[in-house]
């Protein structure tokens, strides 16, 4: 793991408005940790007392239902920070934050923040405006699932995961989420899901080969999505 200020990943995130000395000190209290894919950074419900700061890797963030189904609510990418929302308004985790894929996640304590906070003023509002960020995008959200039809969300969610989190060599999404986890992406049964896939597959918009979602009509699924 490298040293706080040599980290490109800061740069995309809140930490960005951190001068050297508080990087160096940074770098000296946190805690480095490798995540391996389908482990939790942290669970609903837990104290996280400090932020995780995504080095490599991406996590679904997500919350279980009272009928115990998984809802999805965002997936976080590298350079993005977890945790902040928990942090100011002292209360335990509303979310559950699982690797989707190998992690580099790095931990910075409560105490140190808060100090960055009372020090570096353009710290606390980059802090404040990402916080607003996920609002807007809540809600954006809600307005989604409450006025588009389930093919429409599913559209839009495959392209925003090839927007996002981009393709592999062979042209497949890079971010293989399970029919479960999709599902519970766009607000659905698993076997909607599961049936809206295949008629995707067989008008020739997509292309399943196992877990692999490759999009191959990204015009009609776009029109599709609006």
Known sequence: MSKCEQCIVREFSSLKALGKEELLQMADCKTSYVIKKGEPIFEEGESVNGIFCIKDGVCKLSKLSANGKDQIVKLVKPGELLGQRSLISDEPANLSAVA??????????KTEIMGFFNKNNQFSMNVMKTICGDLKEADDHMVSMAQKSVKERLAETLLYLEDTFGKNSDGSLHIQLSREELAGMIG????????????????????LTGKKITIIDRNKLKRMAD
Do not use: H, Q, W, Y
Request: charged content about 25%; some cysteine; hydrophobic content about 40%.
């Open 100 to 109: 989707l894929e190998d992690m580099e996640v790095c931990f910075i304590p």
């Open 188 to 207: 659905t049964a698993t076997e909607s899901c599961i049936r809206l896939l295949s008629e995707l597959n067989k008008t020739g918009v997509i292309d």
